[in-house]
């Protein structure tokens, strides 16, 4: 089945402490997304990534990092530099250039990170 | 700025009772209007809305864009438990790859 495949579900880190999300998908989707849900914020954009070897910044990209070496992969990094880590991480993916691209996100069912 | 407002944020309504959710928005080249359901963990996608005055319709729920007033609401009606959820509305914005999302709205249904 086609589909985003989000990994780990939960994480417990502790503080100061990097850890990396995963994310893959098999919809040979172009563009790749991660968000960040927080209770009553709704989704906001960390990184964007619309052809493999590039990536753009987003609303919060300040202490996360990405690549994006593979069309399937996109892993988050959130470094210790992330002041408020822990919140709910979901990746989405799109059919950017080609048609029909409706602006429509497929998600992944998400990780929730916390930081002790 | 992009920007998209949802109202209420909140909702509390019994079985039955009927519900419409609010989406404004404001962006600088306007290309689609997402709705999204997110019950626990994916948000799931309802409509994509591209054309004024048309409606879109899945069984009980409907959803409607005004673009000239920079508007959609999302209907609900006759509401079950199951409708409890985060629903969330997004703008896509032409020349760009990213979906400007509202904070949500929380809809509880009451049996």
């Known amino acids: 089945d086609g589909g985003i495949t989000q990994s780990p579900k939960y994480l417990f880190r502790k503080e100061g402490q990097n850890v990396t999300l995963s994310c893959e998908q098999n919809?040979?989707?172009?563009?790749m997304y991660w968000y960040r849900q927080d209770p009553g914020q709704g989704l906001r954009l960390i990184y964007y990534s619309q052809i493999v070897n590039d990536f753009q910044k987003g609303d919060i990209a300040e202490g996360y990092s990405v690549s994006r070496e593979k069309k399937e992969s996109f892993p988050l990094t959130v470094t210790s530099a992330q002041k408020n880590p822990t919140a709910f991480y979901l990746c989405?993916?799109?059919?950017?250039?080609?048609?029909?691209?409706?602006?429509?996100?497929?998600f992944g069912e998400g990780s929730r990170l916390t930081v002790l | 700025e992009d920007k998209v407002v949802q109202s209420p944020l909140s909702l509390v309504v019994h079985e039955g009772d009927t519900v419409t959710l609010n989406c404004s928005y404001e962006v600088t080249n306007f290309r689609s209007l997402l709705w999204y359901k997110q019950e626990k963990k994916a948000p799931t996608f309802l409509f994509m809305l591209?054309?004024?005055?048309i409606e879109k319709k899945s069984g009980r729920l409907s959803s409607i864009l005004d673009k000239k007033e920079l508007f959609s609401i999302l209907n609900i009606t006759a509401t079950q438990t199951g409708d409890s959820a985060i629903y969330l509305c997004?703008?896509?914005?032409?020349?760009?790859?990213?979906?400007?999302f509202g904070k949500g709205t929380k809809l509880t249904v009451n049996p």
């Open positions: 919809l040979n989707h172009d563009a």
């Open positions: 997004a703008v896509s914005v032409r020349g760009s790859e990213k979906l400007v």
């Open positions: 989405a993916s799109s059919m950017y250039g080609r048609a029909p691209n409706t602006g429509e996100l497929f």
């Open positions: 591209t054309s004024s005055g």
